[in-house]
């Protein structure tokens, strides 16, 4: 092997080290066996009424013993992301049915703030490998076969006699029970291994009765937290039902749900609305601070003479940057011999590097 070789060998070692690798979440393909544990992670909360975000735990939703804040790529960081771990306890293949999370006695003002987050339509976003919680809803109401994904899943439902003659005008209901829907697909039948490819959440407002020591679902109830709830506070359980569903949906087309989902044109924009007046009002700021400057200085300058009457000192540089030195020669030195010394240790470097290859190569 040549020396020259083994120089460039040690060389992009040398330089692998000092390389960064990053993730793209959702690229690689993961697979779970039966019984595996499936983290499901909790996202911010979005309205496309108000356009705030805000944490997933702002309220005082069911929490893990420890919070941690997951690492997000770089689209999820200008996203407004903020991906938590969560109470949800998700095997694979193992369904559930009125999974108690926990009982909560909320306070008058906790019982306000989610009152008003549901008047603010905020909806709830999940993650589950890398799968944003989308709901599945009818599309068209005379075809049942046809069906739009939303992202999310709203915090509750607002009453409206109108619609539903269960849900009076003046009340709002808590989605404290969620149907966690979970799509997988098996690559190779004879193989303990799934892919999951489908995400969907159906929250429901549910009331649950305490029987012999343990909370049991009703689902013909629903739980409402305004009016007289809302004065005193109230007690709510929090509750999931986890299902497994084989699907033919590959993991390649997986996100297809999730990118032809609809969504709402205003937040778009608003958005377009928003960014045309900042730029706007900072291009005008700044096209007045650079406007009256300039104007200082061609003033100062259409009063050359006097100017340099009055100025001494370091002042008078703004005068000599295109007048040449007084030595040119000594500095046209001064430059060449530093260029020269940085030239000869960068030298040095390299041929220090070189015998140390040829070292190593003679040891081998």
Known sequence: MKPLTIFVVVLSFFLLNLTHCFYLPGVPIENFSEGQSVNLFVNKLTSSKTLIPYDYYYLPFPQPESLQLQPENLGEILRGDRIMNSVYNI???QNKKCEIIKSIDFSQKQIYNFDRFIEDEYRVNMILDNLPAMTRQNYDPNDKTVFKYLPGFPLGIKGDIDEDPSTPKNENYLNNHLELKILYHT?????????????????????????RGNWICQEDSRKSITQNNKARGTRIVWSYDVIWESSDIKWGNRWDSSLMKETNSNNHLYSVINSILLVLALSTI??????????????KYDQENELLNNVSGWKVLNTDVFRAPAHPMFLSVCIGIGTQMVGIFVRMNIQETYQISLGIYAEA
């Open 91 to 93: 095997k694979m293949l």
């Open 187 to 211: 690559p190779d039948k004879d193989e303990d291994l799934h892919q999951i490819v489908g995400f969907q959440v159906n929250a429901k407002s549910m009331s649950h009765k305490k029987i």
């Open 286 to 299: 700044v096209i007045g601070i650079i406007y009256r400057a300039l104007k200082k200085d061609l003033k």
